[in-house]
Every structure is written in structure tokens, then in C-alpha cells.
């Protein structure tokens, strides 16, 4: 399945939950929610109390997206605010299998994320333990950065690794997508995309259909076989 998760980091936070509530009729799937502490990464964005504050506003899938030293200090906190799935940096849990564990524990989806410069194979022990990868085509930090090309490589080394150990794992990717190069990412292999400078800013409405209509297409393209 093919999942459209805007990023609200692009969205204009006086209206933000007028934003998500639009990107989610529009038809996203999921909403990306990305959590700075200003250690991991430069910038402070936001907390639990903000994502407390917007969650009344769409039963949509809250994809919260960690960046943040030791994320499993805010795990119970964030499942309290309303995350569905808590998405940890590889490079910022000294423990990682007893974060993804603790993330399963308090009833949410266990995502483990990997920089542009972290190999994937950093993953191969906790192949099965998570729910989703999340692969970063950007540093992470800052919205509106350029796709980095390289990634596309581990992307496909991801979906690899994941087919070879039978699993259907969901890789999402974020940062740098838009509509014209959304098709490359899913044909290496992704199945989740982020976007948030393309989706947010103008008609957001007409970019999530716009975004869902290629993401239809690729599927239909791959399994030309069958009923459309
Ligand atoms: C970057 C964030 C992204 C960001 C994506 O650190 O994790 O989710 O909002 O923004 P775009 O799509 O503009 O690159
Ligand atoms: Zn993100």
C-alpha cells in the first residue's frame, strides 16, 4: 500500500489544524510530525503539547518522527499526546532494541529512522523488531532541502535486505520528495513519502491529490495485470 504523509513542518502553524484537517480530506494517509530538540539536530520545533492540541482535528495516522538524543524519554509522553507510530533516529538510542520495545509497549508502531550517512545495514539485527524504516533523503533538521540522490540506493539495499528475510516491512522515506521525483523513490523500493514544502505553502488541497494521482499511477504501472 501506497501512503502520502505530509509533513506539518511546512505548514502555516497560526491554521495548523486547519492545515491537517485539509491534507487529510485531500486524502493523506498519514500525518508527519516532526519533534526537534534542537541536539539532535539543530532547530526546536515541537512537543507533546502541541500534538495534544491538533489531534482532535483527524483520526489520521500520527507519524511522529523523533529528532531527539535518547528519544525513549518522551515515548510515554508522546503516545499520551496521540501518536499511532513513534519513529526513532538508529543514531540517537544508545539501546535501540530496548526503545523499539518500550514504543511497542505503550501500544504504538515502532519506527527506526537512519540518517543519509548511516548505512542500512546498521539495521540488519533489528530487521524484524520494527514496524516501519524510515530512510532520510535530507539531513534532518530543516524543511525545503534537495532530495540526495545516494539514498535511492539504500532504499533499494533496504527493501533487499527486508525481501530476503520475507518481510513486507514499510520503508518511508522523507525529505526533498516531490511530484516529480516521487516515482523514483517508490521504484527503489519505498512504500511511505513524506512531504512537507510540497504539499504545504499554496493549494495544499490539489498537491496531496496530485501526489496520491502519481502514487496511483506507479501502482497501477507495476501491476499492469491487474483490474484498475
Ligand atoms: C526534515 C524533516 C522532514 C521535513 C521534510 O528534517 O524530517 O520531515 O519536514 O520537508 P521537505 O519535504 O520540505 O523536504
Ligand atoms: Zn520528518
Known sequence: MYILAPSILAADFKRLGEEIRTAALAGAQYIHIDVMDG???PSISFGAPV??????????????????????????????????????HEEACRHLDRTI?????????????????TPVENLSCILSEADMFLIMSVNP?????????????KIRRLRTMLDLAGLHTDIEVDGGINTGNVSRVLEAGANVIVAGSAV???D??????????????????????DPQ
Open 39 to 41: 541536539m539532535f539536530v
Open 51 to 88: 500534538i495534544q492540541s491538533v489531534r482532535s482535528c483527524t483520526d489520521r495516522v500520527f507519524d511522529v518522527h523523533m529528532m531527539v538524543e535518547e528519544p525513549g524519554r518522551y515515548v510515554e509522553a508522546m503516545k499520551e499526546a496521540g501518536a499511532d507510530l513513534i519513529c526513532v
Open 101 to 117: 520495545h518500550q514504543i511497542k509497549e505503550c501500544g504504538c508502531l515502532a519506527g527506526v529512522a537512519v540518517n543519509p550517512a
Open 141 to 153: 533538521g530543516f524543511g525545503g532541502q534537495k532530495f540526495i540522490p545516494y539514498t535511492l540506493d
Open 200 to 202: 504545504f505553502g499554496k
Open 204 to 225: 495544499t488541497e490539489g498537491a496531496v491529490q496530485e501526489f496520491l494521482r502519481k502514487m496511483q499511477e506507479f501502482d497501477c504501472a507495476c501491476r499492469p495485470g
